[in-house]
């Protein structure tokens, strides 16, 4: 059987923590090629080489020239780097698949979008909240109609990092709106992955979001928003809350509440799915099981069982590997860019991930107008994605979408 050749780019820390060991197991389950890898440091190539048995690089071009056989590149770098790095790989022939979020704004997206249509190969992003298995399982559950129509969609992350200061004070955003580093504001880092899980709960395309971003915390290193608010109206009529707080009280949940039910969830990844029915005048606890096994020492998810009757059950396409819970997802990411790979099929996510920038975009762009609500698609170029650009111009001494 054929398989398609995979390389990673990026040895820092999500590369090793769930990138490296899940392609590594793959390729031991013979359902990928694990060819090469690559980081600019050189002891953290050579460490993640050594450590997985696969020939090391420090530059992208070398390990391309030297592997003509790498059909795919799984690029796992910083979010400023993502546009430039998938347009180098595309050029040369391969197809990519980006870490979350998929660029920095709509433009270098699109620089992404436009290498890989020009030079004929699929790219993938790495949003992996959406595949691990429980939140699958409700996704199937919505889209089955078990909750009915969706109404109401809630993510609210307010993490208690650092208490409310006498010294604080309101500050929206404000020049430089970036350091291009490993964080792109909190809309963008943990927001892509919510703005995601919000859009597939209600089912519905986002057609207008109103927004309120704040920095309270008065620091040089720290340029980002620490809190922010959303609102948005789905085409369906549903309607979505996205908070997300570094300062200040902890709170967290996702709330989906459809006509017929409604899932309330303070852990979103935890081993439950508090499943709420409709019946008669009353709303019931419907039992949900989470089957397990072990194998080579990891402990795997066999199946999750929703007790409706009748049963609605997922199943681990994972189960026969050392891949836990968390990291189903980033081995459905590689086999989504091994198939388009192998197979020429399109990527799961795709696309899908540039929507997940245009709603953050809209946050901030409502933000800078007094929390005005933003239209979306969003026509042009938003003024905030402008100062970006500025800010990385500056910083990088060449335009976003510089050859
Ligand atoms: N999906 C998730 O759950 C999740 C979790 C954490 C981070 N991420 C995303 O992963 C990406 C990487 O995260 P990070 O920035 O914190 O990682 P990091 O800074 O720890 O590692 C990035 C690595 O990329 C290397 N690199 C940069 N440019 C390179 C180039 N041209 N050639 C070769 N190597 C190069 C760097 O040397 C570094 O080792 C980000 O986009 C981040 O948003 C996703």
Redesign the pocket.
């Given at each position: 059987m054929s398989v398609a050749k995979i390389a990673l780019?990026?040895?820092?820390?999500?590369?090793?923590?769930?990138h490296l060991p899940t392609l590594s197991e793959l390729a031991k389950r013979g359902v990928i090629e694990f060819v090469a890898l690559?980081?600019?440091?050189e002891v953290?190539?050579a460490e993640s080489g050594g450590k997985y048995g696969v020939p090391h690089?420090?530059?992208?071009d070398e390990m391309l020239d030297r592997h003509q056989d790498i059909m795919a590149v799984d690029?796992?770098?910083?979010?400023p780097?993502?546009h430039?790095?998938a347009r180098?790989i595309a050029e040369r022939g391969k197809h990519v698949m980006?870490?979350?979020?998929m660029a920095i704004t709509r433009g270098c997206c699109d620089v992404i979008i436009d290498a890989c249509r020009r030079n004929g190969v699929h790219f993938e992003v790495?949003?992996?909240?959406f595949r691990m298995p429980k939140q699958r399982m409700i996704l199937d559950l919505i889209d089955r109609g078990i909750l009915g129509e969706i109404v109401r969609v809630y993510f609210v992350e307010a993490k208690a990092r650092n208490p409310f200061e006498p010294t604080v004070t309101h500050r929206g955003l404000t020049r430089p709106l970036s350091k291009f580093?490993?964080?792109?504001g909190m809309c963008?880092?943990m927001g892509?992955?919510r703005l995601s899980q919000l859009r597939l709960y209600a089912m519905s395309e986002p057609r207008q979001i109103s927004g309120t971003v704040r920095r309270y915390r008065s620091s040089a290193e720290f340029v980002h928003e620490d809190w922010a608010h959303a609102m948005i109206d789905f085409e369906s009529g549903a309607v979505g809350v996205y908070e997300t707080s570094r300062l200040g009280e902890s709170l967290h949940y996702y709330q989906i509440t459809g006509t017929q039910g409604s899932i309330c969830d303070d852990d979103w990844s935890g081993p439950a799915i508090p499943l709420r029915l409709q019946v008669g005048d009353g709303m019931e606890d419907v039992p949900v099981e989470f089957e397990r096994h072990r194998v080579d020492g990891v402990d795997v998810l066999s199946r999750i069982v929703v007790h409706t009757d009748p049963e609605i059950v997922y199943v681990n396409p994972f189960r026969e590997c050392a891949i836990d819970d968390w990291s189903v997802?980033?081995a459905a990411e590689i086999m989504s860019l091994a198939n388009a790979a192998l197979n020429d099929e399109a990527p799961e996510y795709g696309l899908a991930a540039r929507q997940d920038v245009e709603m953050a975009m809209a946050i901030y762009e409502s933000s800078l107008n007094g929390t005005a609500p933003v239209k979306l698609p969003i026509e042009g170029m938003t003024s905030y994605e402008r100062m970006l650009h500025e800010d990385y111009r500056e910083r990088f001494g060449r335009s976003f979408d510089a050859a």
């Open positions: 780019v990026g040895c820092g820390n999500p590369a090793r923590r769930w690559c980081d600019l440091d953290l190539a690089y420090t530059d992208i690029i796992v770098t910083g979010d780097t993502h430039v790095i180098q980006v870490e979350k979020p790495a949003e992996n909240y580093g490993n964080s792109s963008m880092d892509s992955h997802g980033h």
